[in-house]
């Protein structure tokens, strides 16, 4: 009787520990904690019995963290000519290589050092209505599950945000320890007829037009994930999904009182 009692108080133990782990390891990864915040924090609790899990006091580094945009699904190291074969029957892909080089402001007969793709972004905004620190998952991938995705962001253009969907994400290995995060992207800046647009008002609907030429971005200029679905009417157009939350939607809202 003693044995089992003596058990169960060292799992209560065990989980109760556990869940204080759990807490300040979740306060390191939504605040930004510092090792020595980190360390002051366990501070208030019993140093003996954390001593074991001095672990998870320090903060993730992530390597392929740049600012507010985290990488993931990394694929291998490719030559420009490797990226191109891959792609070579998308035309989206054609002018890549024309576009990254006029984009980094090279010579077209230059050679750009390796390039590696990544089909998961995590981006992480501040929302315009809390404050609170917001994260949108996104891929950019041929095969999610066997089907190719490619998801939609909102980013800071030379003429104010857009949206544009998600062809291609990867960085450029300039030098041995710096990496330059980019992205292939299809900007939806067209124009949107008159008509189009009061209809679209009457019934509530943002609409977005994508122009036939994608464009190179630094990741840095992403503002925040979106939703566009096809319009139905036209090929070249979509509706945003304003409703996905109350930053999206004060954001259209804003867009509609500068048409």
Known sequence: MLMT????????????????????????????????????????????ELADAIGVLKPK????????????????PQAMQEVTNTYKNNPNYESFEKLLKAFLNININAQV??????????????????????????????????QPRYDFILFESTVGPLFAKLLFVFTLQEKQDIALPLALILPYDGKITSAKRNRD???????????????????????????????????YDGFVFDVVDTDMFTRVKGFWSTL
Do not use: M
Request: some cysteine; aromatic content about 10%.
């Open 113 to 146: 050092g390796p390039i590696k793709e990544y089909r998961f972004i995590k981006v992480t905004y501040r929302s315009s209505v809390t404050w609170k620190s917001t994260t949108d998952y996104l891929r950019c991938s041929p095969s999610f599950f066997h």
């Open 61 to 76: 580094a992530h390597v392929n963290q740049f600012g507010q945009i985290i990488l993931g699904a990394p694929q291998k």
């Open 201 to 235: 008002q009457n019934l509530g609907l943002y609409r977005v037009r994508h122009q036939s030429r994608p464009q190179i971005i630094h990741l840095g200029s992403i503002i925040r994930g979106a939703v566009v679905f096809p319009s139905f009417d036209d090929d």
């Open 5 to 48: 009692s003596n058990l169960k108080y060292k799992l209560a133990q065990y989980a109760l520990w556990h869940h204080i782990r759990t807490i300040i390891q979740n306060s390191i990864d939504i605040a930004q904690l510092t090792a020595e915040e980190a360390h002051q924090l366990a501070s208030a609790l019993d140093a003996n």
